[in-house]
Structure formats: structure tokens, C-alpha cells
């Protein structure tokens, strides 16, 4: 048995940090840390790593986070202690400075480490991409893509996706972000929203009044001017409760394929939030690992230089199931996966059936009343297409 090889002339790069894991939210927060530690376990038990360059990130320094975020919010944010007594979830402060210190962005041992650790393996994967070491690079420790120049905002402190994608405009003309997450990427998208260099495009449950962060109407395409480049250049898709891998493939593939064709990016970010699998916590969607995937897939399929973000994910087994599916499919060896489980894995036929590949058959979560309408779905594409008539590379 010969075990995962590397693939000949094709590199993927995986870029991790153990010591940003360690980080705590607090008990009952539903952002876990660890759900990283959980992923790479997964992926590490199936030998991908000899078929990956692997690397331990470093922080991002003061001046890379600097090139999005404002010097006052990080030097707020670099001094600001753990409160003794934390604030409870009814009890909130309402005036928050940068808005640290709530239930949804509690300030922790250590956050700034936390954060800057986050920016600094999307940087280097960014970097791995920009110098044609990788053909994908994997970051699963970043992209946290609700953070604003000057606020935390929904778990996210430190924006590492824009970060990131400041450094790949240093090199590449234009980049198409795509963000999975089941919530709007809203933090990246105002980011780039006076800029033709970057077209953004979010796929999330949309409820203005009952689901964060509220924003990412089927309209919402950047401010609207004659003298802003970056109007067309934002895109959403707007979704309900529920939706199944069948419908997700069919929006994700018809849009992004035509995006692909008339924007021309040289390059693709793609946030893989693993919250729109079925039976997440915060989550309302019925994808399966491989619907999820898909998506993967397809960019994949693009031929370009490739720069994987992770994201939400609330139930951590599945966040795990999901992120080494898709490092198998960054890879290229997600069909044969399960042959090449390493002989020495202890429990190796448990670990055959009770990890990744079962779930490939079975069903994850309850499942869900679609809310979704053929006719809304076709609705959205037309609405896209009409966008992309304003749109030239
Ligand atoms: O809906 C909100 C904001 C509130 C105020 C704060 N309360 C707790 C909840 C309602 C209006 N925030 C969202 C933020 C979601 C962020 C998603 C991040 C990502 O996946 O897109 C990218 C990483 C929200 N939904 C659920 C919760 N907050 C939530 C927060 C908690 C919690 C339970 C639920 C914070 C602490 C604790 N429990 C103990
Ligand atoms: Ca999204
Ligand atoms: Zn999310």
C-alpha cells in the first residue's frame, strides 16, 4: 500500500497555526477554536499532509493588519484586557468601543495573538499563491469576513480575508471573492465596494430582521454612482431556509460560471464557512459535505490560482467532515480517500466507517422545510445576469 503521494506539477499548500487553536471564547460561546484542531486531525488521519506543502503560519505584523484596519482599533484592540466579570448575554453595554467586549465579540486571553495569527496564515497562503509556489492554498484559520476596518463584528475581530486579498491585488489585476458562509459576507464587501479590481459575491440565508447580519439583499450591488467603479461589482444571493445541494449547485455554478467568464479574474478567494451544512448550530440550510464541496470543485475547475478561507461552522464534527473533504478535493485525491487511510491507523476500520466517508452516504442533520422556490432561484440568476451587463474585464 502505497499511501497519499504528492500529485506531479500541481501544489497545494496547507497553512496552520496550533497555537492560535488554543483560544477560548468561552464555555458556551459557539465559536470554538479547536473545531481547527478537530479539521487538521481529520485531515492529518487520512496522510493528506505528504500530498501538501505544510506550513505553521506566523502572526501578521502591526503593519500588515494596518493595510485595511484603522491604527486606533488596533492599538485598542492590542490593549484592551479580558473583563473579570464577564458581561452577560441580556445585560449588554450599549456602547461598546469598536464593539469589543459583547457576547458576540467578547475580548479573551489573548485575542490580539488570536487575531493576528488568523491574518497571518491567510497572508501567507495569499503570498504562497502571488509567487507561484501553490496552486492552492488552504487557510481553514481564517476568513472572518464580518470584521470592518474600525469594529469587530459577529465573532470576527481582524478581517484576514481583505488583508489577504489586498496582498493578491498587489500582483494580480483582479480577484473574484466568493463566500460560502451561511451568513453575508458583508465586512469584505463594503472593503472592496469602490474598487472594478475586486467583484464580491455572498450566498447566505437572508432574513433583514431575524438573521445576521441583516445586510445582502438580492439589490444591494455597491453604492450606486456614475463615478463608482465598483458598482456591478458587488453580488448577492439572497436565500431561505432549508435549501438542498441540487439547488445550491445549480445557482453556485450557473452564476460563478458566468462571473468567471466576464469578469476575468486572475485569481479566487473562497470563504468555505462550513455554517451552511445541514444540523449546524447557528445554521438554516440542508447541505450535505458534498453539496458543500461542490463548490470547491468548481472553483477548482476554473484553473486559477486558488486561495481556500475557512469560516463559520458551529457543529464542530461536521466543520471537520467538511474542511478535510475539501482538502481531499484540493488535493485531487477525494475518491480514493478511504483506500489510502495509512496502515498504521489505529482502529483503522472504525475510523473507515465512522469518519469522513460515511458521511458521503448519510445524511447530516435534520432536515429542513426548503423555503426556496424554483422561481425565486431563476429569479436571481436573471437578476445577476443583468448585473454582469454592466461588467467588463
Ligand atoms: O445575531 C447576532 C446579534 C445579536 C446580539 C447578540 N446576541 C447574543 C445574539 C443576537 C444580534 N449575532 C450573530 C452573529 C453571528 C456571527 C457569524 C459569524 C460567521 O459565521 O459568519 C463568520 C465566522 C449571532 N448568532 C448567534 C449568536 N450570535 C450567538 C452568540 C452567542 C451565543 C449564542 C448565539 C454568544 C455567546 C454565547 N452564546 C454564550
Ligand atoms: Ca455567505
Ligand atoms: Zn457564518
Not at 497545494?12 to 486531525?41: A, D, I, Q, Y
Not at 479573551?108 to 495569527?117: A, I, Q, V
Not at 453556485?252 to 478567494?269: H, S
Not at 467532515?321 to 475539501?326: D, L, N
Request: hydrophobic residues 35%; contains cysteine; aromatic residues 10%.
Amino acid at each position: 500500500e502505497s499511501g497519499i503521494t504528492k500529485p506531479k506539477g500541481y501544489n497545494v499548500s496547507f497553512h496552520c497555526n496550533p497555537e492560535m487553536e488554543k483560544h477560548h471564547f468561552g464555555m458556551t460561546h459557539p465559536m470554538k477554536p479547536w473545531r481547527l484542531t478537530l479539521s487538521k486531525s481529520l485531515i492529518y488521519s487520512y496522510g493528506m499532509s505528504f500530498a501538501m506543502d505544510n506550513y505553521i503560519s506566523r502572526a501578521a505584523t502591526y503593519e500588515e493588519l494596518a493595510t485595511f484596519h484603522s491604527t486606533d482599533y488596533l492599538d485598542f484592540l492590542g490593549t484592551v484586557l479580558p473583563e473579570p466579570v464577564p458581561r452577560d448575554l441580556e445585560n449588554q453595554n450599549p456602547d461598546l468601543k469598536f464593539n469589543l467586549g459583547g457576547s458576540d465579540c467578547p475580548l479573551f486571553d489573548g485575542l490580539y495573538d488570536y487575531c493576528s495569527m488568523s491574518a497571518g496564515g491567510a497572508l501567507d497562503a495569499a503570498r504562497k499563491l502571488v509567487s507561484h509556489q501553490s496552486d492552492i492554498a488552504i487557510a481553514w484559520g481564517g476568513g472572518l469576513h464580518h470584521a470592518h476596518k474600525a469594529e469587530a463584528s459577529g465573532f470576527c475581530y481582524i478581517n484576514d480575508i481583505v488583508v489577504a486579498i489586498l496582498e493578491l491585488l498587489r500582483y494580480h489585476p483582479r480577484v473574484l471573492y466568493i463566500d460560502i458562509d451561511v451568513h453575508h459576507g458583508d465586512g469584505v464587501e463594503e472593503a472592496f465596494f469602490s474598487t472594478d479590481r475586486v467583484m464580491t459575491v455572498s450566498f447566505h440565508k437572508y432574513d433583514p430582521n431575524n438573521f445576521f447580519p441583516g445586510t445582502g439583499a438580492l439589490d444591494d450591488n455597491g453604492p450606486k454612482s456614475e463615478q463608482n467603479p465598483g458598482s456591478h461589482h458587488a453580488l448577492n444571493v439572497p436565500l431561505n431556509d432549508g435549501i438542498t445541494d441540487e439547488q445550491y449547485a445549480m445557482l453556485f455554478d450557473t452564476i460563478i460560471g458566468q462571473i468567471v467568464e466576464k469578469f476575468r479574474p486572475t485569481a479566487i478567494a473562497l470563504q468555505c464557512g462550513a455554517d451552511s451544512l445541514a444540523g449546524d448550530r447557528l445554521g438554516r440550510f440542508n447541505l450535505q459535505v458534498q453539496g458543500h464541496g461542490a463548490c470547491v470543485a468548481f472553483c477548482k475547475r476554473m484553473n486559477l490560482p486558488l486561495l481556500l478561507f475557512g469560516g463559520g461552522g458551529y457543529t464542530p464534527r461536521n466543520v471537520a467532515r467538511a474542511w478535510a473533504y475539501e482538502t481531499a478535493l484540493a488535493v485531487g485525491v477525494d475518491d480514493k480517500i478511504n483506500d489510502y487511510i495509512p496502515s498504521h491507523t489505529p482502529w483503522r476500520d472504525q475510523f473507515r466507517h465512522d469518519t469522513l466517508f460515511p458521511t458521503l452516504e448519510q445524511i447530516l442533520g435534520e432536515p429542513r422545510v426548503n423555503r426556496n422556490t424554483q422561481k425565486r432561484l431563476q429569479e436571481m440568476i436573471q437578476h445577476v445576469t443583468e448585473q454582469l451587463r454592466f461588467v467588463q474585464a
